[in-house]
């Protein structure tokens, strides 16, 4: 009686949390007799035809419903609008609202309405839908993210966690060992499944031989949830992991403990806080928990042998294409300067192990499994996925060591082992053969975490959480008078929401690779760091997630006449004087310390021609914080009514047309 009085209080208020209502819309997906459940960001999708619009849906004609509400500000007439490729509906409290591609002004309530959207696709053509609303308030924009909201229910939950396992059984590298002839073949299928771990390249060079042991032993006692298993668990451990250390190091010199300068120190820990390491990486001296659950770097002075550290940061994904740890492009000072800062900083602390023997662990290595991952060899000795499958939370999914027997031993929650465990349940090679470029945005947005840099849908980046910290690593630097023209630490990174309608899918994905040369914000001391190998799918996924496809629509013949209304709007003369704050081309902003905005002649490259106008029309709508002057009133007219009789749009289309006759 007692005990089931403390679970009835136990469990309480986890009920009420599944019931209350999280961001985005659930969504339901049908083909056939298929369906499938998510939920998405904004009430939008683009599915190319072909293509499937969820792993667990067969490419072709499918249906999508989404449901949830949508956030009024106030109660009053709003007016909402639709773009779509097939059927659509959508409905309001009950209400139809929208029937196909349109606008219509619906009365809304204040705080949530419930809507339901119902869309068609033939699969014959690309499909797509964008819908949002514009008020007197704003402009035509999206629902945005932030007044979307649904609340789950335990099919939504499975689809989901589904998904987790998916992604799991993916990233952890299951079928290196658990393999089965009806698993899609290497390469192809979801981007994810079938990576090789990290190339075994020159590691007696890189690392100690007595961390590389421990290592071996237990990853995740230096990198919390590892992707790399503990393998070795018999009695021997502890001999093998030594034998195979002595074997990868085999032929190295003797052990070059790594020496820093710590007269670098000081400007690497700047850097560290002004290019945003610490949104992702703890300080190497930090102790205790970690509120935002980032990396620990308190092991890299007994990791890192001389020298190795700083190549290691000049280009992190060398051995490993797939690494999540992102490139900088730093220069070779930087590196040497963030290198000593981590050096002198990490606790020395000396690691002991035993002594190996080389031969035993050449002849362990592909025994163990290592090669498996690391090499792409084939399993031989693990037992088949079906038979795993069917086994449930043993093995590698038990919890703790009782159930294990020889099986590696992950670093999981028992959410993780939940969802593995789900995903195993169900037809494993069919949820690997397919992937969608929206949902491998969802995912990697989170492992790679942009958010540790970017605010994302309200949420506030890590980054801007860690202002303090990052002040005090700049203060060990003395103090410098601020020159102008010279990039600031504390001007504000732009947010990820609205990016995937935002900028151009091609120019996205040179710019997420970090292969754009021009940075667009010159006044900011943070770089976006590059993310080459995850680039273009993502930045394919994140269009996709607002409604659009890779292409944008070819615009008009340009009209002399229109550019040259265009090229003097621009100007001071007569014009809007956007040449205070915005570069264009060669010509530098005339005033440009008060505001600065980015060169405009980047426009025609980077911005899609709808959010051009969104960003013009109410610039403080999507930046509540930004220094842009708004030119258009409620009405969509400017104060120069010398041109298309005041009305904003064109004006700013004829600037478009002249940006566009700019392109760099
Ligand atoms: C390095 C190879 C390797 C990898 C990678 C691996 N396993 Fe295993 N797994 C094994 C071995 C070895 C066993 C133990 C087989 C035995 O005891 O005979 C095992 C056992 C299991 C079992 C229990 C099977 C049974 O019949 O009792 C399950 C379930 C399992 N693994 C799931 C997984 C999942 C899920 C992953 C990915 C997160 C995974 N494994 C990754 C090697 C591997
Ligand atoms: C977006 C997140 C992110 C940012 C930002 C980031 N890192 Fe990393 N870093 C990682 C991840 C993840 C790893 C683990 C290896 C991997 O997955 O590629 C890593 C690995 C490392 C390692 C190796 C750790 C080890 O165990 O030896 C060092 C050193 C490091 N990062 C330093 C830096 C520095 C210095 C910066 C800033 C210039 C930085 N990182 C910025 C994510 C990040
Ligand atoms: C299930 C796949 C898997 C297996 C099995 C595996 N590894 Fe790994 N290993 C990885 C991954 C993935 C990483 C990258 C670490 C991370 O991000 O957590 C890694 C990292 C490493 C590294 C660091 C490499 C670097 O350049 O930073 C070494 C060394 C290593 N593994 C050795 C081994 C040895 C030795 C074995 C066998 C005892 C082994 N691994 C088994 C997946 C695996
Ligand atoms: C270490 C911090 C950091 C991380 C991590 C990071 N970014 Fe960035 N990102 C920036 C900075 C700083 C800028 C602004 C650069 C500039 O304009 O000069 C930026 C700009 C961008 C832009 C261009 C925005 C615009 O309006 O010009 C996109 C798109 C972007 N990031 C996407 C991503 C994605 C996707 C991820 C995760 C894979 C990510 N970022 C991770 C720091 C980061
Ligand atoms: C008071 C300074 C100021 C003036 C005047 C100004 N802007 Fe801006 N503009 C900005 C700032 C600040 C941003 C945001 C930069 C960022 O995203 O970090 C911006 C952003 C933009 C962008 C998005 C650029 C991109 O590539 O992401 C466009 C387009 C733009 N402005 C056009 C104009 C036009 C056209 C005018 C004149 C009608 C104008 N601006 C006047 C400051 C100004």
């Known amino acids: 009686m007692k005990l089931r ?19 985005g819309l659930s969504v339901t997906f049908e083909s056939g007799d298929r369906a499938d459940r998510r939920v998405d960001r904004l009430l939008a999708l683009h599915v190319p035809a072909g293509q499937p619009a969820t792993p667990w849906i067969p490419a072709g004609a499918f249906k999508a419903r989404w449901e949830g509400s949508i956030d009024a500000p106030v109660r009053g007439v709003f007016s909402l609008w639709a773009e779509t490729s097939g059927k659509f ?11 196909g591609a349109g606008t219509k002004s619906v009365q809304l309530n204040k705080g949530p309405n419930a809507v339901v959207a119902e869309f068609e696709s033939d699969g014959k053509a690309d499909a797509f839908v964008r819908a949002g609303w514009a008020s007197k308030d704003f ?25 987790e396992g998916r992604a799991l059984f993916a990233n952890l590298n299951c079928a290196a060992c658990h393999q089965d002839a009806k698993l899609p073949a290497k390469g192809t299928g979801m981007p994810e ?18 961390w590389l042991t421990r290592w071996i032993l237990d990853p995740a006692s230096f990198r919390p949830h590892s ?44 850097l560290f806080a002004n290019l945003g390491c610490v949104g992702c990486h703890r300080q190497p001296d930090a102790k205790g928990d970690d509120a935002l659950g980032r990396l620990p770097l308190a092991h890299v ?38 290198a000593a800062y981590l050096l002198t900083k990490a606790p020395a602390a000396k690691l002991t192990a035993k002594e190996g023997d080389a031969a035993r662990g050449a002849g362990l290595i592909a025994a163990a499994g290592c090669l498996n991952c690391h090499a792409g060899m084939p399993a031989t000795t693990q037992p088949p996925l079906a038979k795993v499958a069917a086994a449930g939370a043993k093995g590698c999914l038990s919890d703790g060591a009782a159930g294990r027997g020889r099986a590696p031993a992950y670093d999981l929650s028992g959410a993780e082992r939940a969802a593995l465990l789900e995903f195993m349940k169900s037809d494993v090679a069919a949820g690997l053969a397919a992937d969608v470029p929206a949902e491998f945005a969802t995912r990697n947005l989170r492992a790679l975490n942009c958010a540790g840099c970017h605010n994302l849908d309200g949420r506030v980046s890590s980054w801007k959480k860690l202002d303090e910290e990052c002040r005090q690593l700049r203060s060990l630097l003395p103090p410098k008078e601020h020159v102008e023209g010279e990039p600031v630490p504390d001007a504000p990174v732009p947010a990820l929401t609205w990016q995937g309608e935002k900028l151009r899918t091609a120019w ?23 993310f080459t190998h995850h680039a273009p799918t993502l930045a394919l996924g994140l269009g996709q997630q607002h409604g659009f496809g890779p292409k944008d629509p070819e615009d008009p013949k340009p009209d002399p006449a229109r550019i040259a209304v265009g090229e003097k709007l621009l100007g001071m003369d007569g014009g809007f004087n956007c040449i205070t704050c915005h570069d264009v081309g060669e010509k530098e902003a005339t005033a440009v310390f008060e505001a600065p905005g980015i060169n405009l002649a980047l426009s025609a490259e980077r911005l899609r021609k709808g959010h051009f106008h969104r960003w ?49």
């Open 5 to 23: 009085s403390l679970l009835t209080i136990l469990l309480a208020p986890l009920a009420t949390a599944a019931a209350e209502p999280a961001q």
């Open 616 to 664: 013009l029309l109410n610039p403080n709508r999507l930046d509540p914080e930004t220094k842009m002057p708004k030119y258009a009133d409620g009405d969509g007219m400017t104060q120069l009514t010398e041109h298309f009789n005041g009305k904003a749009e064109d004006q700013f289309e004829a600037i478009r047309e002249y940006l566009n006759t700019l392109k760099k």
């Open 193 to 210: 499944y079938g990576q090789n771990a990290p190339l075994f390249a020159e590691l007696g060079a890189k690392f100690d031989r007595a």
């Open 227 to 270: 992707l790399m298993p503990a393998v070795l668990n018999g009695p021997d451990a502890e001999q093998q992991a030594a034998d195979l250390a002595a074997m990868l190091t085999q032929g190295a010199a003797p052990n070059a403990t790594p020496a820093a300068d710590p007269a670098l120190a000081p400007a690497g820990a700047a």
């Open 139 to 163: 402009p035509r924009e999206a629902f945005p993210p932030t007044a979307l909201s649904h609340t789950g229910d335990e099919a939504l939950a499975k689809a989901l966690r589904l998904r």
């Open 89 to 99: 509906r959508l409905s309001v409290n009950g209400q139809p609202a929208l029937e």
């Open 301 to 338: 002075r007994v990791k890192w042998r001389d020298g190795a550290l700083k190549d290691y940061l000049l280009d992190p994904a060398k051995n490993w294409p797939a690494a999540r740890m992102p490139h900088f492009r730093l220069t070779e000072e930087e590196a040497s300067q963030l």
């Open 508 to 530: 996205m994905t040179e710019f997420i690779a970090g292969r754009v040369e021009d940075k667009p914000r010159w006044w900011l001391i943070g770089v976006m760091p590059g």
